[in-house]
């Protein structure tokens, strides 16, 4: 059974920045692509970034582009999101969620497991 647990939501002002954590348990982290989703109230969930396998290859929806970065530690079953800059826009709730695959995809149908979330609040 695999399990991710999101970590390091908040309240911040704009133009701060804040660093996600999500720690995998269970089998197969490595061999996975992971994803950040973020769903705000009244709104789909949606794409904000993805990473393949080996943190080779990083892929991030236009709104973050720049501001964001992902990344892995495959040592520790660990994906992490840096973001910096943040806008009130970024107010949501930060999902992080394991690729069915060993690349990432911008859809959350290609992804089997979810955490439960980590609120990020943005102050103007």
């Known amino acids: 059974q695999v399990q991710l647990v999101e970590s390091g939501g908040g309240l911040v002002q704009a133009g701060d920045s804040l660093r996600l954590s999500c720690a995998a348990s269970?089998?197969?982290?490595?061999?996975?692509?992971m994803a950040w989703f973020r769903q705000a109230p009244g709104k789909e969930r949606e794409f904000v970034a993805t990473?393949?396998?080996?943190?080779?290859?990083?892929y991030y929806a236009d709104s973050v582009k720049g501001r964001f970065t992902i990344s892995r530690d495959n040592a520790k079953n660990t994906v992490y999101l840096q973001m910096n800059s943040l806008k009130p826009e970024d107010t949501a709730v930060y999902y992080c969620?394991?690729?069915?695959?060993?690349?990432?995809?911008?859809?959350?149908?290609?992804?089997?497991?979810w955490g439960q979330g980590t609120q990020v609040t943005v102050s103007s």
């Open positions: 990473i393949t396998y080996s943190g080779g290859n990083t």
């Open positions: 969620a394991r690729g069915l695959s060993s690349y990432g995809s911008r859809r959350t149908l290609e992804y089997d497991y």
């Open positions: 269970g089998r197969g982290f490595s061999t996975h692509g």
